[in-house]
């Protein structure tokens, strides 16, 4: 299993400003992904997070738009920039452990005003 | 590339009723088959997974999840479900580690 601690778990942002979203995983794993769930919808892959490489996004999602670094095994950051109220949404932070399931963290519920 | 099909966008019943979630898929190859449930306020649970070998499996809460080949679909049961079961349903699948959501159905469970 992997436990996943995501930050802040909440944030009220302006628009035009950026925020930066944290995953910590108490294991290495190889690949970390982040989603995007707006409101009364499914869970959307913005992008794979290798680490050593850059990110890998999914259609409608660009790197000026989401940036994402991943340093090491076990850390991730993913940012939104220049937010609109578009942006609101709850971003997830997730790994799958091989031969396993997948593992979320408990979620970012960003509003953007 | 693969996507995943919920038939169901919102369903309500009584509670004790039989509940039937479909859920099918399109890739053709090798996947590993997982339901999801977002209680309200919550974030995502595993109910259930599919990687193989019997392609009944139960999950946690009394679910079960039936997955056919043929079909491509691994739709989730429960033959009585209770108010506490109001949440939204996920049905997912994953592919060289990478998981595609269904778009979710919404059950609502009348006391």
């Known amino acids: 299993s992997a436990v996943i601690s995501q930050k802040p778990s909440r944030d009220i942002c302006q628009r035009g400003t950026s925020l930066t979203i944290q995953c910590q995983v108490d294991?290495?794993?190889?690949?970390m992904f982040w989603y995007r769930q707006q409101p009364g919808q499914s869970l959307t892959l913005i992008a794979t997070?290798?680490?050593?490489?850059?990110?890998?996004?999914e259609s409608g999602f660009v790197i000026d738009k989401f940036p994402i670094s991943r340093p090491n095994l076990t850390f991730s950051t993913l940012t939104v920039s220049n937010m609109s109220p578009e942006d609101s949404s709850i971003y997830l932070c997730?790994?799958?452990?091989?031969?396993?399931?997948?593992?979320f963290g408990q979620g970012t519920r960003l509003t953007v005003v | 590339a693969q996507s995943v099909s919920q038939h169901n966008h919102h369903v309500i019943l009584s509670e004790a009723a039989s509940l039937e979630l479909g859920c099918n898929y399109s890739y053709g190859g090798t996947v590993n088959l997982f339901w999801y449930v977002q209680y309200p306020g919550q974030h995502l649970q595993l109910l259930l997974k599919?990687?193989?070998?019997?392609?009944l499996v139960k999950g946690i809460k009394g679910f079960e999840a039936e997955f056919i080949k043929s079909k491509f679909s691994f739709n989730l049961r429960k033959p009585s479900v209770q108010w506490s079961d109001t949440a939204e349903y996920f049905c997912a699948v994953k592919n060289n580690y990478k998981l595609s959501f269904g778009a979710g159905t919404t059950v609502t469970v009348r006391a």
């Open positions: 997070a290798n680490q050593g490489s850059e990110a890998t996004y």
């Open positions: 599919y990687f193989s070998g019997d392609p």
């Open positions: 997730s790994v799958v452990v091989p031969n396993t399931e997948a593992f």
């Open positions: 294991s290495q794993v190889t690949m």
